[in-house]
């Protein structure tokens, strides 16, 4: 059975965390506002029909903004120190617990050694083929590379009578968002 080592809130929490570290409260109210206003153009844009989508990614990623935010008020932190942040640390812990549990779970019924995942987060476009004007249809997957997410976008939606399939799409693009390209878990 397979544990993934990092969810994709974990992943979006986590680097959220890393570029705070550092910043003064008006620079982090400046990436909260920020990411407020992605928010608001993912609402405004084309649903998606997964959980994981570029929405829950913004929402996860505001909400952390604003947290951070308030914990510096609160604190009166003059420059954000993550090891001075005591939900950080508590997030770690129910991470650990979590992987932990699923470890023991994946081998009580398997019998066999759990894998670890450490998967990323990927946005797939498709876009029909022969219409470039058209709206792009986009996904969001967890896979290890890029090659990984597109094959499985298109094993579940290009399937005959799949999504990719009414309207002939082809996958146009596939980016990792996270954590974001270069960024280290």
Partial sequence: ???????????????????AAGLVLSQVQTHARLSREREERARQGPAEILNLSELVIAMWECAEWERIAHVMTEQQMSVY????????????????????????????????????LRHRVYRIGAQRAGSPGEPRLTVHMMASS?????????????RPGGLYQQGEYRITSVEQVLPEPGELL
């Fill in 1 to 19: 059975m397979s544990i993934y080592e990092y969810l994709p809130v974990e992943i979006a929490r986590l680097g959220v965390t890393r570029k």
């Fill in 81 to 116: 120190v993550p090891g001075q942040d005591p939900r950080v640390g508590r997030r770690e812990e129910q991470r650990m617990q979590r992987v932990a549990l699923d470890v023991a779970a994946a081998e009580q019924h398997g019998g066999a050694p759990a894998e670890m």
């Fill in 146 to 158: 890029l090659g990984e997410a597109a094959h499985r976008a298109w094993t579940v939606y290009g």
